[in-house]
């Protein structure tokens, strides 16, 4: 008599026709990219977890826009509660230097605004220009201080950032999410950021020239010498 593959249901027992497990671990090898996406989509671009609770980003600043001058700081507490997405963003940028190592300050809107966020190089622009990220849900207002990223419409933020100079609560109802605060006397370092240029500095030619466009027309805008924060540190203790 040839072996039983039949489904049996006496006992508690179970065994399955070849086929029948066939079908099963190609149903499986077809769920594995969905799950790997789920996985990754929990890291951020160097593997780590990205966080869920609160943590700090240490900006250095050269004010003058020379390099080599004198540098101060200011630091931002990261809430990923007010905006997931975004602070996800942020935590990826923080751990690819090259995104804001060198970026400028390019449009300086006294009472309003400071934007930055578009990296020096151009290659790295280009790069980071496609990498859109959903919207997140408005649950803090746009205050002094708060930083927000800025957006051409619904799903096109990237990597520019704005921190806000005054209370902006008519940039709400737009869809502006802010998803980190700078903390401190942090302001008193962004209220001297150069602001002589105001919005002078041609966006487009900044991604397609970067810095050298930036240095030869706008040489004294202040800009990004580095970015620390509190999570890559901690990492070392395996506490994210």
Known sequence: RPPNFTEQRSGGNCSRSPGHLFTMVAKALRMLPALVGVALANV????RTYATEPWDATFQIDLDGQEGGPQES???RVHPDWAPEGAKRFQDIVQ???VLTGARFFRVVPNFMVQF???????VAREWKEKNIPDDQVLKSNKRGYMTYATAGPGTRTTQMFINFRNNSFLDSQGFAPFAEVIGNGMDVVDKIQSKYGENPNQGLIQSQGNGYLRTKFPELSFVSGVSSSF???DKQETL
């Open 44 to 47: 951020d671009v160097q593997g």
């Open 74 to 76: 200011f630091t931002v």
């Open 96 to 98: 690819t230097p090259s």
């Open 117 to 123: 966020g578009i990296p020096g190089e151009p290659q």
């Open 232 to 234: 890559l540190a901690s």
